[in-house]
């Protein structure tokens, strides 16, 4: 689209006054805060329905890896969840029902997915994929970096011949019982589905790139009785969130400074590791770093899966694919009649596919030496704009409900502050971004992200795009925008 398209069709759109990318879980929290506060918005929602990545994974074993009485709005408890980490149908029946609750989808546009925003003339302009033209004065970003989708570069991935599917597309129309099943990929995805697929499978082969520390929670269910009373009293599942909350306070500084808690964590997942019988297996499941600099794998299952008869492990690599099955590195035919690739998203992707600020400038090239934040939900030279679990938010070590109850919170500061200035659209200084920057590369020198490991929290520069500093920290420094550091610009 032209400058002098965009110009005419501008005239024509409808301002929706904030625009909210996506409808997960964060920008249904965006929405009831713009609602709770009385201020136009719509939410723009690619797919059909409610609920991000609860709506997109379905396959055997999801499970949320953080508790359920944790994993809850916090004016939202419920009382009734099933097991000590939820499934993830019914961490999206939740949302679904929450937004039913707040009538969010009177706000909600679904089927739209944003190619396209641009500001200019005082606001943004927002281009849908149907063709639709949508002004708004503030353009929040809630699609969160696990969204689109990661396939392997792997030679030959198009010549399987057999059933292939991503984990976050499950194909629930393919058999299993009896089939032969390979797994790519070994982070929580591919653990979480091992144990169910062993037992319909007749052979079950995970291809593991590098070995993953496990740290055995095991996820009990709740029975009925203390449903009951969790329903009855609310202040028992107000007492078991808080503390599952202590537990993660901990465990967030375990990450960021060494200490007690990053050697009881260590301590867990070596002791578990040990449960292992088969010593040549251990040893293959033996990670060759400390343990937290990836993301943890939490399960008691995936070991006594990996020692059943019928089930293997592969560390030998994968050389490529071919019609009957994968072939590793020592010219072995692992012949499968289906592939499941559990090799999650490109976390570095942020956001919608173009989003271009002042002076013609998008957010890539803003980012071409990798993403740079104010306080992880603003940037310079973008004004009105803010990202909800962007680049540097602690999606390592807190709740990512938590993370974004705080973000959006302080989203809605920075937005009630312009009606004290008219007129105005509001971005971080410059100055105040690079300090901030500055303290996040000191900070992480002390992190467990940065003692030699590749993860997906590495971001393009090299350096972990995680917060450095524990969660009481980020509650603090996120309660309340310092204005000092913002910049208010003309916007009519």
């Known amino acids: 689209m032209g400058q002098g398209d965009r110009q005419a069709?501008?005239?024509?759109?409808?301002?929706?006054?904030?625009?909210?990318?996506?409808?997960?879980?964060?920008?249904?929290?965006?929405?009831?805060?713009?609602?709770?506060?009385?201020?136009?918005?719509?939410?723009?929602?690619?797919?059909?329905s409610v609920g991000g990545t609860w709506r997109e994974n379905?396959?055997?074993?999801?499970?949320?890896?953080?508790?359920?009485?944790?994993?809850?709005?916090?004016?939202?408890?419920?009382?009734?969840?099933?097991?000590r980490f939820s499934p993830g149908r019914e961490i999206c029946e939740y949302f679904e029902g929450v937004a039913k609750k707040y009538r969010l989808h009177d706000d909600i546009d679904f089927g739209i997915e944003i190619t396209d925003a641009r500001f200019e003339d005082g606001g943004w302009t927002i281009q849908a994929g149907n063709g639709e033209v949508i002004r708004a004065d503030f353009l929040i970003d809630a699609t969160g970096p696990l969204h689109i989708k990661n396939y392997p570069q792997i030679e030959g991935l198009d010549d399987f011949e057999g059933t292939m599917f991503h984990s976050a597309a499950?194909?629930?129309?393919?058999?299993?019982?009896?089939?032969?099943?390979?797994?790519?990929?070994?982070?929580?995805?591919?653990?979480?589905?091992?144990?169910?697929?062993?037992?319909?499978?007749?052979?079950?082969?995970?291809?593991?790139?590098?070995?993953?520390?496990?740290?055995?929670?095991?996820?009990r269910t709740y029975t009925e009785r203390?449903?009951?009373?969790?329903?009855?009293?609310?202040?028992?599942?107000?007492?078991?969130?808080?503390?599952?909350?202590?537990?993660?306070?901990?465990?967030?500084?375990?990450?960021?400074?060494?200490?007690?808690?990053?050697?009881?964590?260590?301590k867990g997942c070596r002791e578990h590791l040990e449960t292992v019988k088969d010593p040549e297996l251990r040893e293959k499941l033996r990670p060759d770093y400390e343990p937290g600099c990836k993301r943890l794998v939490m399960s008691t299952d995936f070991y006594p899966t990996l020692e059943k008869e019928h089930v293997h492990?592969?560390?030998?690599?994968?050389?490529?694919?071919?019609?009957?099955?994968?072939?590793?590195?020592?010219?072995?035919l692992h012949e499968l009649d289906v592939l499941v690739l559990a090799?999650?998203?490109?976390?570095?992707?942020?956001?919608?596919?173009?989003?271009?600020?002042?002076?013609?400038?998008?957010?890539?090239?803003?980012?071409?030496?990798?993403?740079?934040?104010?306080?992880?939900?603003?940037?310079?030279?973008?004004?009105?704009?803010?990202?909800?679990?962007?680049?540097?938010?602690?999606?390592?070590?807190?709740?990512?409900?938590?993370?974004?109850?705080?973000?959006?919170?302080?989203?809605?500061?920075?937005?009630?502050?312009?009606?004290?200035?008219?007129?105005?659209?509001?971005?971080?200084?410059?100055?105040?971004?690079?300090?901030?920057?500055?303290k996040l590369g000191e900070a992480m020198k002390d992190t467990i992200w940065v003692t030699g490991c590749s993860s997906w929290y590495v971001g393009p520069d090299g350096a972990p795009t995680l917060w450095p500093w524990t969660a009481p920290e980020f509650h603090r420094q996120m309660k309340k925008p310092d204005f000092v550091d913002f910049e208010f610009i003309d916007a009519v």
């Open 343 to 438: 090799t999650g998203f490109s976390a570095h992707e942020w956001g919608i596919a173009n989003v271009v600020g002042l002076n013609g400038i998008g957010q890539k090239e803003a980012w071409a030496e990798g993403p740079r934040t104010y306080r992880s939900v603003t940037m310079p030279g973008f004004p009105n704009f803010f990202m909800i679990v962007g680049p540097n938010s602690p999606i390592g070590n807190i709740s990512i409900i938590e993370v974004s109850e705080t973000q959006t919170r302080y989203i809605l500061d920075c937005i009630e502050r312009l009606d004290q200035s008219p007129g105005k659209a509001i971005m971080p200084r410059r100055e105040a971004a690079e300090r901030f920057q500055a």
């Open 58 to 83: 379905t396959y055997p074993g999801l499970a949320c890896d953080v508790p359920s009485f944790f994993y809850a709005l916090s004016f939202e408890p419920n009382p009734d969840w099933s097991h």
């Open 313 to 332: 492990l592969e560390t030998g690599g994968i050389d490529h694919i071919e019609a009957g099955g994968v072939v590793t590195e020592d010219g072995k």
């Open 226 to 266: 203390e449903r009951k009373w969790t329903r009855r009293l609310p202040v028992l599942g107000a007492l078991t969130r808080f503390v599952y909350r202590q537990l993660f306070n901990r465990a967030s500084a375990g990450v960021v400074e060494d200490g007690f808690w990053r050697k009881q964590m260590a």
């Open 9 to 48: 069709n501008t005239s024509e759109a409808r301002n929706v006054g904030t625009a909210i990318i996506g409808a997960g879980m964060s920008g249904l929290v965006m929405g009831i805060r713009l609602k709770n506060a009385g201020r136009p918005f719509r939410i723009l929602e690619k797919a059909q």
């Open 170 to 219: 499950w194909d629930h129309s393919a058999p299993l019982e009896g089939k032969r099943i390979g797994v790519i990929g070994n982070g929580s995805t591919g653990v979480q589905m091992m144990a169910p697929l062993s037992k319909v499978a007749s052979e079950l082969t995970m291809f593991q790139r590098t070995a993953q520390w496990v740290y055995p929670i095991g996820n």
